[in-house]
């Protein structure tokens, strides 16, 4: 980059591949040319070329481009921030001139609140470097916005970091949200108002919380943020895969084909030998887990997608050799029911063994009763036995305020089981079996209800309630919205908009500061309709934040404690590393986590937030892979801890490390790990938080805590 592009943007597009092609053809001289714009980093760029020719000769050739600027800055930030952070951000000044420069830098910055914005001054040897500090506070803000700039010697250079991941190349700012959430939602299928009253507790802090307001023109957009719910799901296991392929296939007109068939390579990638999946691809073969896979890569096929037949083939067989005879225990009792269904749905027509299902039809709960049904009817249309099961499923319907839901007796912690899971699936059989009932409509307004937020809780909620909505929208024909709407903040009009076909996809969504609201007085909060086709749905949402160091700890079904530690220090028994609250940067600190199981857990994720000012360095955290390589005995209290080998699956990001484990015994668990500390500041660190993924309210949390990085 030569100096007569200097200053005429400011660098944010920073790529670790600057161009990337599996094919290039060459001429008949084996010349080929491409053009290449490279991104805003400035380094040193390696160019490789590899070729074949038509009878296999093979040859390779690499070269170095350099891009750089005589005069250049460098960010030194952290990944992310939390509300109320303290740091010193850091910018390094290079002059790769052979002259001395006075330059001047500066901080242009958004979301945080610098001690002291003026330029600075410094000077900077020929060919070499130097760094100025600013010290910053973090503001409630969605992410903190930074322009890094130096001019001197008629040069100049602006960079925003490299690292940021939000958008603008922003660095995200993190806030703890409490659970003490609370909402409301509903409907309106014809021209009117609905009233809602929101008061905030005397308690709450003002300047910590939002109200979010959103408004679904149909069922369409409802179901649109469901998929997109699950697209941005964080974590990549065969079940999540296997969801968001059943919701892409059930939604041709809405979807994008690369994002189904990415999820069919990635599940046939994981498909074990035996032709089962695990929850991830180091865990053993789970039936649940392998039914419902199954489920998602018949859809496919049938929706006309590309499926390998031998990978169905062996999923089948391998289903089929787990199929027992039904005893009287519900748990394999639902396990069968859900196995024949992804069987049935796969092209197997197994009528004995549904046959002998249905006559153990009592052990069952709600969500397999319909699952039964849909498969009678799929094998043998217009079986009798499928009345019986909706009739079942119509007498356990439980009515209330907010619509009509089925409870079940206790959680099938083997199927993913939960209320709204069941919920979704009964309306997914009504809308198959019987769309016609005067059920479904009351069983729709429900599952609006017990959206959290804009979607369902967990991944399985989420995938079974777009089934079902979208197979009960099919079987009514819900007509296409045509009508006005708009929503009034005490008498004054915040978000409006016109339900149409072309725009029935669109959630509308509006956020309030709570510090807006009025404190001693109910705050009216009005959703109008005008006339027209269609139903607007609606929700809104009072989240209250509270700042991460101020969190204690909560057990509810699962105790999780964190402690930081020296990570030179070596615990002997009896004799524990001290807790530390503070460490100099470029220290190693030791994370020890604990857990206390009280029951066996099922599906379990710990997920534990870093400091902002640090970074993961201890790369080989302990998973199942390794054991039998320790040459030690381990133990809690120990520098390796206790028990890691039943997380079978580990992932570090930016902001925290989450571990996995599809089972885990009774008993107390230690994980320990490395980070190491990078930004001076004094950061407030999140609670470390453990929760059986599709049980979420059996779940724990630690304290949060606050950690001071010294220079």
Known sequence: ??????????????????????????????????????????????????????????????????????????????????????????????????????????????????????????????????????????????????????????????????????????????????????????????????????????????????????????????????????????????????????????????????????????????????????????????????????????????????????????????????????????????????????????????????????????TLNYASKALLAVSLDRVNKGDERVKGLLSDLMSGAVAGPAGMMWQEKEYDYMTFGSNTRSTAIALYALARLDPNSALASNVVRWLMVAREGDTWETNQEIAWAVLGLSAWQTAVGEKNPDYTWRVTLNNESVINGQASQDKQTESSKLTVEVAKLLKNQANQLMFERGAGNGRMYYTARLKVYLPADQVQALNRGIVIARKYELADCKPEPGQPCEAITSAPVGQNVRVRLTIVAPNDLYFVRVTDPLPGGAEVVDTSLKTSQQIGTQTSVQQIGSDTGWGWWWFSHTELRDDHAALFASNLPAGTYEYTYVIRTSIAGSFKVMPASVEESYFPETFGRSDGAQFTITK
């Not at 805003?40 to 093979?58: C, P, S």
């Not at 050739?61 to 600027?69: C, N």
């Not at 959103?214 to 974590?235: H, N, W």
């Not at 083939?313 to 009287?328: G, M």
């Open 1 to 362: 980059m030569a100096g007569a592009l200097d200053g005429l943007f400011v660098r944010q597009n920073f790529k670790d591949t600057a161009y990337w092609s599996a094919v290039v053809n060459t001429d008949a001289g084996g010349r080929a040319q491409v053009q290449v714009t490279l991104p805003d980093n400035l380094t040193t760029w390696k160019l490789d070329a590899r070729a074949i020719t038509l009878d296999t000769k093979v040859g390779q050739a690499s070269s170095e481009i350099v891009s750089t600027k005589p005069l250049l800055v460098r960010s030194v930030t952290p990944r992310f921030f939390v509300v109320g952070d303290s740091a010193t951000l850091g910018a390094v000044v290079n002059n790769n001139t052979d002259s001395d420069i006075q330059a001047e830098v500066a901080l242009d910055a958004k979301g945080v609140t610098l001690a002291n914005p003026a330029p600075q001054q410094v000077t900077v040897k020929a060919r070499g470097t130097a760094r100025v500090d600013w010290d910053i506070t973090v503001d409630d803000a969605a992410s903190a916005e930074l322009t890094f700039s130096v001019k001197g010697g008629g040069l100049e250079d602006s960079s925003k970091p490299g690292l940021a991941t939000a958008p603008n190349q922003g660095i995200p700012i993190l806030r703890y949200a409490s659970p003490e959430t609370v909402a409301t939602a509903g409907d309106l299928s014809d021209a009117g108002q609905k009233l809602e009253i929101i008061a905030l507790p005397e308690r709450l802090d003002t300047g910590q919380g939002q109200l979010d307001i959103q408004v679904d023109p149909s069922l369409a957009s409802v179901i649109k943020t469901g998929e997109r719910a699950l697209e941005e799901y964080a974590y990549e296991s065969a079940e999540t895969t296997a969801s968001r392929l059943l919701v892409n296939v059930a939604m041709p007109e809405a979807t994008s084909k690369d994002l189904a068939t990415r999820a069919i390579q990635n599940l046939l990638g994981s498909q074990h030998s035996d032709g089962g999946w695990g929850w991830w691809v180091t865990d053993n073969t789970n039936n649940a887990i392998t039914a419902y896979v199954l489920l998602a890569l018949a859809r496919a096929q049938t929706a006309g997608y590309s499926v390998d037949v031998n990978a169905l083939t062996r999923a089948r067989e391998y289903l089929i050799s787990q199929l027992v005879p039904v005893d009287q225990q519900p748990s394999q009792a639902n396990l069968q029911a859900l196995m024949l269904f992804a069987l049935t749905e796969a092209g197997v027509d197994d009528s004995g063994r549904l046959g002998a299902l249905y006559e153990n039809k009592d």
